[in-house]
């Protein structure tokens, strides 16, 4: 306490050129920064549809990471965790820097979120019944009413390296109308030839089994140990998951998505981009509805 009071008696000392008072303020609000951004909340933006409707493209989020240091997940907790299939260093302080602490242009794993569908000691199977994906908790059929019940439509662009990407389409909105995503007729027509060229379809319905080409298959049978995890993606047919990459490790999770702070139709990662690029278009683009809202 009172190398507290001793340090705060020489920051806030007299006669202190305007230099000295921005190189000490950022010596001192820097280490705060990290600390919060490391182990109390996290700014996230979604880079992908696989949580599709209930996280979009270009949307930007708030995660508690104080509460995983002392609760575990619940299943229909919607995560934040590291990449499962990331190559961790042999070294043990990098590998523990690597895990636990965010820092900027390093080598750390991306992060991914999902939805926690069972956790430590569930029994959890995928079945295809009658040509529809089905999930049992415990011998249970689970109701899952949070997952996309909108059709994907390819269109040109997103993050994929391939150039296309499939997002949620409402078949009774026009292109331009579209309460999640805009498409271009163009872009749509183009990403519908090269999908047929790869015999991929250029539309997916939901409630339909994956395909070969999606990373992942709905005929699973997991009894799940004392720090595992099953994680699902909102959008089914959109999301490589633990039906892709199996069980997610309790020490990857970091973090809990608890609020959307803002929601942009953009696949740029800093949006501040997007906005110099199209300043007119930019604000039509905002999805004002779904901003500043509690996420479940």
Request: net charge positive; charged share 25%.
């Given at each position: 306490m009172n190398f507290i009071v001793k340090f705060f008696n020489w920051?806030?000392?007299?006669?202190?050129?305007s230099l000295v008072q921005w190189v000490e303020a950022f010596v001192v609000v820097l280490p705060i920064v990290f600390i919060v951004r490391t182990f109390l909340y996290g700014?996230?933006?979604v880079p992908s549809g696989?949580?599709?409707?209930?996280?979009?493209?270009?949307?930007?989020?708030?995660?508690?990471?104080?509460?995983?240091?002392f609760s575990k997940p619940k299943r229909g907790d919607i995560i934040s965790f590291n990449d499962p299939n990331f190559k961790y260093s042999d070294n043990p302080t990098i590998s523990l820097i690597q895990r636990y602490v965010?820092?900027?242009?390093?080598?750390v794993p991306d992060n991914w979120t999902k939805r926690v569908i069972a956790i430590p000691g569930d029994h959890i199977q995928g079945r295809v019944e009658d040509g529809k994906p089905e999930v049992y908790l415990n011998g249970k059929k689970l109701n899952e009413p949070h997952?996309?019940?909108?059709?994907?439509?390819?269109?040109?662009?997103?993050?994929?390296d391939c150039g296309w990407t499939h997002k949620t389409y409402v078949p009774t909105c026009s292109f331009?109308?579209?309460?999640?995503?805009?498409?271009?007729?163009?872009?749509?027509?183009?990403?519908?030839k090269i999908l047929a060229q790869m015999n991929i379809p250029d539309k997916i319905y939901p409630h339909t089994p994956l395909q070969w080409w999606q990373g992942g298959s709905d005929v699973f049978d997991y009894k799940?140990?004392?720090?595992?995890?099953?994680?699902?993606?909102?959008?089914?047919?959109?999301?490589?998951?633990?039906?892709?990459?199996?069980?997610?490790k309790a020490k990857e999770i970091h973090g809990k998505i608890i609020f959307r702070i803002w929601s942009h139709d953009s696949d740029e990662a800093w949006f501040i981009l997007d906005l110099i690029k199209n300043p007119i278009?930019?604000?039509?683009?905002?999805?004002?509805?779904?901003?500043?809202?509690?996420?479940?």
């Open positions: 920051y806030r000392r007299p006669n202190k050129s700014l996230y933006q696989s949580m599709e409707p209930t996280m979009l493209i270009g949307e930007r989020f708030l995660a508690d990471k104080l509460s995983v240091w965010w820092m900027p242009f390093s080598r997952i996309n019940p909108y059709p994907l439509l390819a269109t040109i662009g997103g993050m994929r331009a109308d579209q309460p999640f995503y805009r498409f271009n007729p163009y872009n749509v027509r183009r990403a519908a799940l140990g004392p720090d595992e995890y099953m994680c699902l993606g909102d959008n089914r047919l959109g999301s490589y998951d633990s039906r892709g990459w199996g069980l997610l278009d930019f604000f039509r683009r905002v999805r004002w509805k779904r901003c500043m809202q509690i996420v479940r």
